[in-house]
């Protein structure tokens, strides 16, 4: 299933994000268990809500790299809650979306990714986890 960005963020498409199968979405146990096994699955895995600002900018920034995400949206899922809570411990932040697993490593949040951009190191890691083939 593909993603589509909300109405309220503009015409943009996001189509190049997988939206995470229900059935992964429903699964049970350990919220941080849960995070590690999701974020292992995929290449880039996003953590994300749908209405976050920021959430949208960093999946806008991956599908102008050629990069297609998985994106668990957190306000879409029963258990999102108790899955936040633990991506904001595992970051040691009060904000806990976005957060960005490549290669089944968590990279952090926004400043994180946009930080690893910037500096050069991001396309290597994307390369390295097999996201990126350029």
């Known amino acids: 299933m593909q993603y589509k960005a909300a109405q309220s963020w503009g015409s943009a498409s996001t189509s190049c994000i997988n939206q995470a199968p229900r059935s992964a979405v429903a699964a049970t146990g350990d919220p941080l268990e849960r995070i590690q096994r999701l974020a292992s699955e995929n290449a880039v895995v996003i953590f994300s809500t749908s209405n976050c600002c920021m959430c949208h900018a960093i999946k806008r920034l991956f599908c102008g790299m050629g990069v297609n995400p998985t994106v668990h949206d957190l306000d879409q899922d029963p258990r999102g809650k108790d899955m936040e809570k633990a991506l904001m411990r ?15 490593k968590l990279v952090g949040a926004m400043d994180k990714v946009m930080a690893s951009h910037i500096n050069g190191t991001l396309v290597p890691l994307l390369k390295e986890a097999g996201a990126l083939w350029l």
Do not use: D, E, K, T
């Open 90 to 104: 595992l970051q040691g932040s009060s904000s806990a979306g976005p957060v960005v697993f490549i290669g089944g």
